[in-house]
């Protein structure tokens, strides 16, 4: 007979997937152990842009303030030639554009530390915190929970939950412990010098600084206080060196003419090498992975933070019907809904590497449009991520055939204005909740008995006849709803459902294999 588990989630890891997915069970009231091997916070770079989507995310979590004070947006390219000539180009990350309908247009360039540091804020506000040095190094699971074993500095010690998700990057030792392969490619060519370097030499902070070589291009992005982030390929064939101040102080000397660029210190230095892996799913019994730990890919399209952020946020509300009682179908949709957006980036990562690979050892030209591919594309902005024909969402209202579709996520729209209000959809969506918008419509629907902590009803229409009006027109245009439409949003912000008011029965029935509407909206 084992104990009872006394913590409802522990999460392994705390680089940004674990730390999203703690504060959001934290503030959901869970009693969340986040545990991380190292014994002090990660101080390197590594990913260094954030998506407007992950920004919404960090947002509704309540962290986004401080990711806005440190990053930068539209960073452009000056390409240093080796004739002297400066030639500038716009930014790689491409914002987005209005259609989608965000209050975060701009990708932010911003170290991976800063976005942590973020989490870990807001962590400590929610009553959580981080477990520093303490290692996993041992996961059982039976019916009842999962028991971990952890290697601390003072010996060996168990801790019990009820789930574990394995947050722990591309080395994971969860995915180890529960017999999930990493199936996939290791690009032993396709490696990268990469590092935290200040400058003694003045370089302005405003652009992203590029030499192109023939030997292979030389970078350095601003990321913050005195802080730049080198980086450059190294090209198929060659040996690489070993990261060092001195070493890197040489690349620069050859490729960028000596006393040009004089680097002062490093905090961090690395080789990066890309692999292209992933697991075929993110779940065993009771045991989870996410972020780096299911799947790895390459830099190119900045997308291995922003994927993980977004992989804890689709968890985080399903875990919260799971431990109040909801069937453990529902877990499943989450490797469902997320499997293919890690193929997609996967494939596109890999295909983007590696036309900027192809080019490193360019001139400005075709170096400049190879990276500015890199920033090209919907999935850049994570806004494009959808879920539709996913089994939870619900396929249902044909009615629908223009604005965002059931499985989309949902548009910002402002200007709606209640009694004493007048605020954004965001405002409206933020927060543990589902939310309902019934479109100019006075009759009952039966969500109308739902726990207000579960799902927020709006009553939203283009006169005063609704509670709240869509005063600029905003959401009409947007969502393109039609009298007595139900939109559901869930509260991960994205579309469940769009019915016609009266059909709420048959989205029950279709949520009845999960058990999650029963549990988490109780509408009857
Ligand atoms: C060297 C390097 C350079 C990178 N450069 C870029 C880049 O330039 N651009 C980009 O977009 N992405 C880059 N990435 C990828 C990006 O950093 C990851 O996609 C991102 O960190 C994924 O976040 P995560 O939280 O899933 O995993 P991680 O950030 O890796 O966090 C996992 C955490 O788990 C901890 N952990 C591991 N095992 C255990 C255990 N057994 N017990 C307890 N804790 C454990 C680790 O110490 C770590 O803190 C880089 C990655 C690396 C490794």
Known sequence: ??????????????????????????????????????????????????????LEVLDDLGAVDHVLRHGVAKLPMRFHES??????????????????HTP???????????????LRQ????????????????????????????????????????????????????????IGLPLAG???????????????????????????PSDQGMLGLTPLGDELWQFQ???????????PSLEFYQQLFDER????????????????????????????????????DAAHVHSAAGGQGMNTGIQDAYNLGFKLDSILNGALSTLLDTYSEERIPVARRVLAMSTDKMARALAAAGSGEEELGSALAGIGDGKMNTGLGIHYRGARMIYPGGSEVTSGPQPGDRAPNVTGLEGGRFRCGLFDLLRGMHYSLFVWDHTAPVIFDNAKPTHMHVHRIGPDRSSPIVDAEGEFQRVYQPYAGELILVRPDGHLLARIPAGQEMDLINHLAPFRSIGNTVRPY
């Open 1 to 54: 007979m084992t104990d009872h588990p006394s913590t409802d989630v522990i999460v392994i890891g705390a680089g940004p997937t674990g730390l999203t997915l703690a504060c959001d069970l934290s503030r959901r009231g869970f009693a969340v152990r986040i545990v991380e091997r190292e014994p002090t916070p990660n101080h390197a770079t590594r990913a260094k842009t954030i998506q407007p989507r992950s």
């Open 83 to 100: 004739s002297g000539a400066i030639v500038d180009k716009p930014p790689i990350a491409i914002s987005a554009d209005d259609s989608a």
């Open 104 to 118: 975060y247009p701009d990708p932010l360039q911003i170290g991976q530390f800063h976005v942590e540091h973020a």
């Open 122 to 177: 807001r962590l400590e506000e929610l009553g959580g915190a981080v477990e520093f040095g303490l290692e996993v190094i041992g996961i059982e699971q039976d019916d009842d929970g999962v028991t971990v074993t952890l290697r601390t500095a003072d010996g060996e010690q168990t801790a019990r939950a009820r789930y574990v998700v394995g947050a722990d990057g591309g080395k994971s030792s969860t995915r180890k412990f």
């Open 185 to 211: 490619k290791t690009y032993d060519e396709q490696r990268w010098y990469i590092g935290d370097v200040t400058l003694s030499s003045d370089l302005d902070r405003d652009h992203m600084h590029i030499w």
């Open 232 to 242: 450059s390929p190294i090209l198929p064939g060659v040996v690489p060196g070993t």
């Open 256 to 291: 960028a003419g000596t006393g040009n660029v004089v680097l002062a210190g490093a905090s961090w230095l690395s080789v990066y090498l890309i692999n292209v892996r992933m697991v075929a799913t993110y779940r065993k019994g009771r045991v989870l992975l996410a972020g």
